[in-house]
Nanobody
Framework: QVQLVESGGGLVQAGGSLRLSCAASGRTFSRYVMGWFRQAPGKEREFVAAITWSAGSTYVADSVKGRFTISRDNAKNTVYLQMNSLKPDDTAVYYC???????????????WGQGTQVTVSS
């Protein structure tokens, strides 16, 4: 099993920056891809970004491309989401996810964290 714990959320003003962290434990050796999703009030869950654990290849949603950067630290078993130039529309609960079974997809995951709230004020 894989356990994921997100942290780093909070309240920021538009134009500000925030870095989210996702610490993984358990069967970390079986991870193929780590991803970030978000869900705003009254809306469906939305894909944000993903990274392969081995090579560090990334895929970022068009809505955040150029503003958000995903990265990982293998030694710390941690994935990060650096969020710059934040907008009020970025307000959501952000979830970390782990792909432990090969899906050949950036959008299918097997484990999820509890989420961390990000609020961007205008």
């Amino acid at each position: 099993q894989v356990q994921l714990v997100e942290s780093g959320g909070g309240l920021v003003q538009a134009g500000g920056s925030l870095r989210l962290s996702c610490a993984a434990s358990g069967r970390t050796f079986s991870r193929y891809v780590m991803g970030w999703f978000r869900q705003a009030p009254g809306k469906e869950r939305e894909f944000v970004a993903a990274i392969t654990w081995s090579a560090g290849s990334t895929y970022v949603a068009d809505s955040v491309k150029g503003r958000f950067t995903i990265s990982r630290d293998n030694a710390k078993n941690t994935v990060y989401l650096q969020m710059n130039s934040l907008k009020p529309d970025d307000t959501a609960v952000y979830y970390c996810a782990a792909q432990t079974t090969y899906h050949s997809s950036w959008f299918e995951y097997d484990y999820w964290g509890q989420g961390t709230q990000v609020t961007v004020s205008s």
